[in-house]
């Protein structure tokens, strides 16, 4: 069956932000967390360098509606550079009101609200919000009051 998940990058805050985002959603890592030093040695690869073999080199957490977020740190010293912008966000569609609410202040925590929840002309109950580690999200709830 396809799928369809969410793959994020960070500045060697990976790890941070997974943590962050499993206190929020619940649920288990699916297969743990993956290391640079989990890389076998091959020829003609460059040794990882020993500041990045424990960051995170893949990490999966389902959050709502069998939906995936992955993540990765982008170490700079593997060419790597993040640059944040805004140009991508994380939908969510709660089921409930009560749900959205709980989802939207945990993830906004230490973060920006860019727009407060409220009911919008097309019908859902809707807010945005940046969390603490600079991910855009945005809510959609359908459920009346």
Not at 1 to 28: D, H, I, R
Not at 44 to 71: F, Q, R, S, T, Y
Request: glycine share 10%.
């Amino acid at each position: 069956m396809a799928k369809v998940s969410t793959y994020l990058n960070f500045p060697n805050k990976t790890e941070a932000a997974f943590n962050f985002y499993q206190s929020v959603f619940g649920g288990e890592f699916i297969g743990g967390i993956s290391r640079f030093s989990d890389i076998p040695p091959s020829d003609g690869m460059p040794p990882i360098a020993e500041a990045d073999k424990n960051l995170v080199m893949h990490i999966v957490l389902p959050i709502l509606g069998g939906h995936h977020l992955m993540g990765t740190d982008a170490p700079e010293s593997m060419g790597f550079s993040v640059n944040f912008g805004n140009n991508v966000y994380l939908n969510l569609e709660p089921d409930t009101r009560a749900e959205t609410k709980q989802l939207f202040d945990a993830l906004s925590a230490d973060g920006t609200v860019e727009q407060e929840l409220q009911d919008m002309f097309w019908g859902d109950y809707y807010g945005s919000c940046k969390d603490k580690f600079g991910v855009q999200w945005m809510f959609n709830c359908a459920e009346k009051k």
